[in-house]
């Protein structure tokens, strides 16, 4: 049976006369309600785009030069839609299809998925964006302690990068920054900025053995009118960790990966040259912390041993290939935790930045830290940020 998602539309075609901007808004869903999250919507030609949060809802802002542009959107399972931006707007479109491309390969055809593996690492610096480029991101990291969120850093970071062909990222810039208040008490601190840990944990990027792993095929899909197979790879001495690739049968071209470890995922979308850039991550690792017997009372609570976990979230907001237009100015190369560094806040960037709409991650930490001391997020941003 054939499934559809259908992308229910908000479009606020209003354009600012300060900004001369166009706001696109929705939410995807398939044909029985449920989101799909994640989904690609963009403009591939010029580096623009956002993607799905995990409610299926996005927001994209344009200017009236992007007008006669194409819009894509696409996510693995369906067939990419394309619309000219003007033509989505006058149209006043309520609702787009993506029909879902069905995929039934033959294991004939198929080879074995240690070979999909091999193809795919071998592949990766052809069907990567591998030469140097720009990352513009979104990076949350929330602190999670005995269940709650304490503390929360986002910053606006600028990436110089040469893809996963490289095991490290180039330069960084942390452009922007902003902090909620800090009630934590465990107050575990990292030693390096946690985007750093996003390209070492990646197993593209620092490497692994092949032979380490039991591979197996677990199923199918597709990505833009390209058949994958989901590649299982479980460690023959621990059999708890695995690596979960969604690999192209005919590119090798890894668009989805999923990690046992820190319970990580990664999604990648082609830029106009067809090369897969990094579009979004989230990480959610948990640790056991400890407090004094002091503290234990103080906080009423039964144990001094207190479970804790760092929620991470990663949005790829742009991609500049052109060298000439990097803008990183401020090299960072202090080793640090990430709610440590001092950076001047601009509430003007966060008012107006063109962010995807909350996450389920996102709104959770504030509630958390809202409910706390009944501090709403904006006036904690404004009392902590200087």
């Known amino acids: 049976m054939l499934?559809?998602?259908?992308?229910?539309?908000?479009a606020n075609y209003a354009y600012s006369q300060q900004k001369n901007e166009v706001l696109l808004e929705g939410v995807v869903i398939d044909e029985y309600k449920m989101v799909v999250p994640y989904a690609a919507i963009g403009i591939p030609s010029k580096y623009m785009g956002t993607a799905s949060n995990d409610e299926g809802g996005f927001q994209l802002s344009l200017a009236k030069s992007n007008l006669q542009d194409s819009l894509e959107i696409s996510s693995i399972g369906y067939k990419t839609y394309k619309i000219k931006v003007q033509d989505y707007l006058d149209k006043k479109v309520k609702s787009i299809v993506l029909k879902e491309d069905i995929v039934s390969l033959s294991e004939v055809k198929l080879l074995n998925p240690s070979a999909y593996v091999k193809n795919a690492v071998k592949k990766v610096k052809y069907n990567t964006l591998s030469s140097k480029h720009q990352l513009n991101m979104i990076y949350r990291r929330s602190s999670v302690e005995d269940g709650k969120t304490r503390f929360m850093v986002e910053h606006y970071l600028k990436i110089l990068d040469y893809g996963p062909t490289v095991p490290s990222f180039d330069e960084m810039e942390i452009a922007e920054q902003r902090k909620?208040?800090?009630?934590?008490?465990?107050?575990?601190?990292?030693?390096?900025?946690?985007?750093?840990?996003?390209?070492?944990?990646?197993?593209?990027r620092q490497g692994f053995s092949l032979k380490d792993y039991d591979w197996s095929k677990t199923g199918d899909t597709s990505y833009d009118g390209e058949d994958i197979v989901i590649i299982l790879g479980k460690e023959k001495d621990n059999p708890k960790k695995f690596i979960r690739l969604y690999i192209g049968i005919d590119t090798y071209g890894i668009y989805k990966m999923e990690l046992s470890r820190l319970n990580s995922l990664f999604l990648y979308k082609k830029d106009i040259n067809g090369k897969l850039v990094l579009s979004y991550h989230n990480r959610d690792p948990s640790f056991q912390g400890t407090i004094s017997e002091q503290k234990r009372k103080l906080l009423k609570l039964k144990t001094t041993k207190v479970k804790c976990a760092y929620r991470h979230e990663a949005i790829v907001l742009s991609v500049i290939s052109d060298r000439n237009k990097f803008d990183i100015e401020n090299i960072n190369s202090k080793r640090s935790d990430m709610g440590d560094f001092d950076i001047k806040y601009n509430p003007t960037f966060w008012d107006t930045i063109n962010l995807p709409p909350e996450t389920a991650f996102y709104k959770k930490s504030v509630n958390d830290l809202e409910s706390i001391y009944g501090v709403p997020i904006e006036t904690q941003f404004n009392a902590v940020n200087k």
């Open 3 to 10: 499934l559809v998602a259908m992308l229910f539309v908000g």
């Open 180 to 204: 909620s208040a800090d009630y934590r008490f465990v107050n575990k601190k990292q030693p390096v900025h946690t985007v750093i840990v996003m390209a070492q944990i990646d197993p593209i």
